[in-house]
C-alpha cells in the first residue's frame, strides 16, 4: 500500500467569492459566449452548457430543445449515421452538438462516416 502524503483540497476548501457586479436583476445577465478555437479559424457562440453523453440525456431530442437555447449535447456513441440522418432538423442543430466515440474500430469507422457525411459546417 502506498501512503500519498501531500496536502489534498476537497469542496470544502474552495470558496466562491462573489463579484461586484452593475448589474440590477439576475434576469440582465447574458450567458452567451463566442469562443475562438487557438488551432483551427472555427468560433462557436453560444452558452457554455453542455448535456452528458448518458443514456436519455445525449439524445437527438434533448439536441433540438437545447440547440433553442444555444447549448450543447454530447450525442451517446449510440447515435449511428442512419439515426442522425432520420433526423429533419440536423443541419440547423449540427453546430450544437458533440459526438461522442467509443474505443473499438468500429466507433472509429462510425465517427468517420458521420463527420463526412455532414462535413457541411
Given at each position: 500500500m502506498r501512503?500519498?502524503?501531500e496536502l489534498k483540497l476537497d469542496y470544502s476548501d474552495v470558496l466562491f467569492r462573489p463579484k461586484r457586479s452593475t448589474l440590477k436583476s439576475r434576469k440582465d445577465v447574458n450567458l452567451l459566449r463566442t469562443y475562438r478555437f487557438k488551432y483551427s479559424k472555427n468560433e462557436w457562440s453560444g452558452i457554455p452548457i453542455m448535456a452528458a453523453n448518458m443514456d436519455?440525456?445525449?439524445e437527438l431530442s434533448v439536441a433540438e430543445k437545447l440547440n433553442e437555447y444555444g447549448?450543447?449535447?454530447s450525442?451517446?456513441?449510440q447515435h449511428d449515421i442512419k439515426k442522425i440522418k432520420q433526423n429533419k432538423n440536423i443541419k440547423k442543430i449540427f453546430s450544437n452538438i458533440a459526438l461522442s466515440v467509443g474505443?473499438?474500430?468500429e466507433?472509429?469507422?462510425n465517427l468517420d462516416k458521420v463527420l463526412k457525411e455532414?462535413?457541411?459546417f
Open positions: 501512503i500519498e502524503e436519455g440525456v445525449g447549448m450543447i449535447t450525442l451517446t456513441k474505443i473499438k474500430k466507433d472509429f469507422l455532414f462535413s457541411f
